[in-house]
């Protein structure tokens, strides 16, 4: 019997809204934003980012956000899949805290890469090449970050995908999706390391199918209230 003040119905309903937050966040800041400002040319990267300083504030904001959602996301799939296995649903917790901590460290080199553009003091020391390789650089240190360290989010899909499929109040799809969304990023973070050529984002469609699954999921159908607390 679990002894939570909310109902698991609730906790579902707020999962999905906080699944749907973090597809806008993240479709803004991961996808739309660095599409718009970040080129291979360090030059174009440098004056896209000058001249749209609002959107790339933006898209920072927009992490933020999805930061935040994933955090509670994280405690509310933990209180949802105790009842299954304590100990594993808290394991997959601490991967998933493991996960947004990093990322919000590689998100610093993201947001200081506009610092040396336009600083005279930075003017005085390096030449305007110079500061917009330093601003691509950033951009390139953040990307690699997120991609090597999400090998901590996968993990924890695999195993919160586990007790999903164990569960008897979500169905077991949603788990194995949940599971091969998390291999395609375990084994998308190892290849960025072993062999970077063969680390396509494409390894990454899996979670993305998962997540609007489970979004759905929770917000149409919720949980089975009954099963969950026998």
Known sequence: MNDT???PLVYARVAGILLLLS???GGIGEFYVPISIISPDSTTTANNLLTHDWLFRLGVAC???EALCDVAL???LFELLKPVRFDLAFLAVLFRMMSTSTFAFCMLFYFSSSIPLGNPQYLEAFTQDQL???TLNSFKIYANGVGVFMVFHGTASIIFGLLVYRSTYLPGFLGILMILGGVGF???SFLLVLEPSYA???LLLPTIIEGLALMLWLLIKGIDERKWKG
């Open 5 to 7: 003040n909310l109902s």
């Open 23 to 25: 597809f806008i966040a």
């Open 63 to 65: 992490y933020l956000l």
């Open 74 to 76: 994280a405690f509310i």
């Open 132 to 134: 917009n390789i330093l």
């Open 186 to 188: 375990v084994a998308r």
């Open 200 to 202: 396509s984002n494409f």
